[in-house]
């Protein structure tokens, strides 16, 4: 059985070389981040262009700022499950997994509330347009998500060997 866009066997099923095919949601979230980077990109030109006009340079510092702290977060995300990915067929896949990812939102966090708490008075900071940059990339790579995910062809049961399926 291969999925419906590569041709690839589904995952956990041995490739031709023998080791398990990567998981399905493996292209799922190449593609989130590729377009996470071109909403980030367009995120920063705009909220650069309108904290220019209502904030000058701390304006355009601002949303330049909130904007990255946006794409990081969702890279992290991205990043933790495609590196827990690569262990998929291992004896150890599903404690790495959750291990990976649940160490992926714990970082987030603590760069969070590390973040606000350096960023809070810092004069070359307007909170507004940081604040609004970051909620526009936080909303944003939701809906690039769900896009993603929706047009994403992966069949309801994955990853799964049927009894009495040849390998």
């Known amino acids: 059985m291969t999925d419906h866009e590569g041709g690839t066997p589904a995952a956990g099923r041995p490739a031709a070389s023998g080791k398990p095919a990567q998981p399905t949601s493996t292209p799922v979230l190449k593609d989130a981040l590729k377009y996470g980077v071109i909403l980030a990109v367009a995120i920063a030109i ?4 309108l904290g220019g006009v209502f904030a000058g ?4 510092t601002s949303a330049l700022l909130g904007t990255v702290m946006a794409f990081v977060f969702l890279a992290i995300t991205a990043a933790s499950i495609l590196l827990a ?9 599903v404690g790495l997994f ?3 990812v649940l160490g992926g939102w714990l ?3 603590v760069l969070f509330i590390v973040l606000a708490l350096v ?10 347009v940081l604040f609004l940059s970051l909620v526009a990339g ?3 790579s939701l809906v690039v998500d769900v896009i993603v995910v929706f047009r994403s ?7 799964v060997t049927l009894p009495g399926e040849k390998h």
């Not at 705009?46 to 262009?49: E, F, N, R, T, Y």
């Not at 062809?153 to 990853?159: A, T």
């Open 46 to 49: 705009l909220g650069a262009v």
């Open 57 to 60: 340079w701390i304006g355009v």
């Open 85 to 93: 990915n690569r262990f998929a067929g291992s004896d150890l896949f």
């Open 98 to 100: 959750f291990g990976i």
């Open 107 to 109: 970082l987030k966090f």
């Open 119 to 128: 960023l809070r008075d810092q004069p070359w900071i307007n909170p507004t």
């Open 138 to 140: 936080v909303i944003g």
């Open 153 to 159: 062809r992966v069949p309801y049961v994955s990853d």
